[in-house]
């Protein structure tokens, strides 16, 4: 076989696999099985939401950190054991992870209403959606059939999610092992456009930065003396927060971007996308144009959760999603 036929076969081998994962995952999945599904879980969202706004930035990050890790299985919200320390208590979910409540508060409706049909994989994805838009993201469509997974483990989430202190061609690389573009890894940055973060994630910008007492140069001289009144030297409290997007921290818009422009954010995983063209580019139209980001970021979002998911007889159904049947 010729290299142009071995290509050939690559590629029908490669739209194959494509087709058969789009027809295992469906829009309206549940819709003969459990019509209610997705209202439920919107419903739970809003109720969560109006109690606690934050939540909505808790449980995007928790759909982005579930499908980085065994892809979009649900594997975050298992709970540790005695012998097995789960993702969800990795340094790089607990504490920051929060939402979990509103996942098991839709998975309880579901379960009275059509028992073992709906995945906590779907519900968590539901729920990230439903989060974007109502905090003024897009409304989109959401491909499920996800089944949920058996395993999880706090060391796989500590080696598959990128820390705040990568580096773009760092964060470039870990978001392609997952399938993702460089645009799409700006543009699913821009979720740091609502929520907050603790002191600990980025206090390393603020404080004897490169052996010395001085910040982080490219970090805005201005904003890193206010973050420092919140954030003092040598504290040892980890509930110490800032909002991510101080001018509209429940919001989602393109002031993230703008603020990266203005050396404006927490981590150097922000700060770095300034330091490459092609990023650079893509942070400058997105601050530029709203709507562009807005539809970006929903494709974006479609496409993260149908990372290496299960589906057909592959994994099972939970009947609670922090514990395995």
């Keep these: 076989m010729g290299s142009k036929e071995k290509l050939l076969l690559a590629f029908v081998v490669c739209l194959y696999s494509t087709v058969q994962l789009e027809a295992q995952l469906q829009v309206g999945f549940y819709s003969s099985t459990c019509p209610r599904a997705e209202p439920i879980v919107q419903e739970e969202v809003m109720k969560g939401l109006q109690s606690n706004i934050g939540l909505a930035a808790g449980l995007i990050r928790m759909h982005f950190h579930d499908c980085f890790v065994r892809g979009c299985d649900g594997s975050v919200l298992i709970n540790s054991t005695d012998s097995t320390q789960a993702e969800r208590d990795s340094p790089a979910n607990n504490p920051s992870l929060r939402g979990f409540e509103v996942i098991d508060s839709a998975k309880t409706r579901l379960e009275a209403l059509c028992p073992g049909v709906v995945s906590c994989a779907d519900i968590l994805t539901f729920a990230a959606r439903d989060s974007v838009s109502m905090t003024g993201g897009m409304t989109y469509r959401v491909p499920a059939g996800r ?8 060391t796989e989430a500590s080696a598959n999610l990128p820390p705040p202190t ?13 399938g993702l573009t460089q645009d799409e890894m700006v543009t699913l940055s821009g979720a740091h456009t609502i929520g907050r973060s603790h002191c600990t994630s980025f206090s ?7 052996s010395t007492m001085a910040s982080d140069p490219t970090l805005d001289s201005t904003f890193a003396s206010q973050l420092m009144q919140s954030c003092p030297q040598g504290s040892n409290d980890t509930t110490l927060v800032v909002p991510m997007d101080p001018s509209t921290p429940y919001t989602m818009d393109t002031n993230y971007y703008s603020n990266i422009l203005a050396n404006k954010v927490l981590f150097t995983s922000d700060q770095t996308l300034t330091s490459n063209n092609s990023t650079a580019a893509s942070v400058r ?5 709203r709507m562009l980001w807005k539809n970006k970021f929903a494709a974006a979002m479609v496409k993260m959760g149908q990372i290496e998911v299960l589906t057909g007889s592959d994994g099972e159904i939970r009947k609670v999603c922090s514990v395995v049947n």
Excluded at 147 to 154: K, T, W, Y
Excluded at 204 to 210: E, H, I, K
Excluded at 285 to 289: D, I, K, P, Q, V
């Design 147 to 154: 089944r949920d997974g058996r395993i999880s483990l706090a």
């Design 204 to 210: 390393n910008r603020l404080y004897n930065f490169n």
């Design 166 to 178: 990568f580096v773009v061609d760092q964060l470039t690389q870990r978001f392609a092992n997952k």
């Design 285 to 289: 139209m997105n601050a530029m144009n």
